[in-house]
């Protein structure tokens, strides 16, 4: 007998602007007084993991790790559909990198014992490295499919889920055995809304926080000092410098031919 599907999908909160602000001295993004919302890519994460729980049954437990605030932001995957959540959030976690946020998560997952599949979003918003879900995968010892356009077979039984990855150049079916880690691109699905019976739930919903003394991560390896990463310095590329040759002539031909000559003359043809 197969025993009911367990999905965990992870959700970043990250700032609700662009104006990304640093501080100088820790190079770490400044979130005090910054609104957050759930990273906008893993709502294409959540509404994979709801569509695969409506089709296969079992249960989908939302988790991010961040500060006490995020929990509004799991509230809203509550609202969406989401079983359950759980909040790593821990002063031993600040100012960890995508490799110390990766562990964390892994420990948190194996902790809570027997999951099927892992979903994650393609990238987060504000980060933006790719990197913490196949960490995930790599912590776990799990197979990872990444870039994932669309679920085309979920096998309980066999243990096997087959998915289409969307590359630069042309689409690729993979099939991986589970428990395994999915990434997701947007062009899987169109993300549902809350519905009131879902605010309703998410407003009631307890969402138990744990640090590493609970999910057993070894705290000398999140954190900071937990951190391999070593930023440097933090800055805003200052805008380049570039000039504007406009070519007008009396017909489109002679336009075309005066293009030609100015990109010969610049030894780009
Ligand atoms: C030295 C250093 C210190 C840092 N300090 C902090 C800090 O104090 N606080 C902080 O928030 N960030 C901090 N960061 C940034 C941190 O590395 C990343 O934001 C975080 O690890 C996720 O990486 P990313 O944003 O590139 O996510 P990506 O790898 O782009 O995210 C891919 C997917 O992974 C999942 N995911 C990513 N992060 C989380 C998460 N936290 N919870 C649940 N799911 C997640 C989501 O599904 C997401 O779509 C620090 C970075 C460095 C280098």
């Known amino acids: 007998m ?7 999908v992870m959700c970043k909160s990250v700032p609700d602007t ?3 602000r640093f501080d100088p001295q820790t190079k770490t993004m400044v979130r005090a007084g910054v609104a957050t919302t759930i ?3 893993d709502l294409f994460a959540i509404e994979a993991a709801l569509r695969l729980r409506e089709q296969h049954g079992g249960t989908v437990t939302a988790m991010t790790m961040g500060p006490s605030a995020a929990q509004r932001e799991l509230q809203d995957a509550i609202a969406m559909g989401c079983d359950d959540a759980v909040l790593l959030s821990s002063p ?5 990198d995508t490799w110390a946020t990766a562990y964390a998560l892994a420990c948190a997952v194996r902790y809570m014992g027997e999951v099927d599949l892992i979903v994650c979003g393609r990238q987060a918003q504000d980060g933006d490295t790719g990197q913490v879900g196949p960490g995930i995968a790599r912590q776990l010892g799990w197979p990872q499919v990444t870039y994932v356009s669309r679920v085309c077979e979920l096998d309980l039984m066999a243990r096997r889920i087959v998915v289409e990855r969307l590359l630069e150049d ?4 993979l099939a991986a055995q589970l428990p395994a880690v999915m990434t997701v691109l947007k062009d899987a699905n169109l993300p549902r809304t809350a519905t009131l019976r879902g605010m309703r739930r998410a407003h009631r919903a307890v969402v138990p926080t744990w640090g590493p003394e609970i ?5 000398r390896l ?3 000092d937990g951190s391999p990463t070593r930023v440097v310095r933090v800055f805003s590329p200052t805008a380049r410098q570039g000039q504007v040759q406009w070519i007008t002539a009396a017909t489109p031909q002679k336009v075309a031919e005066g293009l030609l000559a100015a990109l010969t ?3 780009l043809v």
């Open 18 to 20: 662009m104006d990304v």
């Open 215 to 219: 999910t057993g991560a070894d705290p």
């Open 265 to 267: 003359a610049e030894q």
């Open 92 to 96: 031993a976690y600040a100012g960890s």
């Open 222 to 224: 999140v954190g900071l």
């Open 2 to 8: 197969v025993s009911e599907m367990r999905i965990v």
């Open 39 to 41: 990273n906008p890519f």
């Open 170 to 173: 042309g689409r690729q079916t």
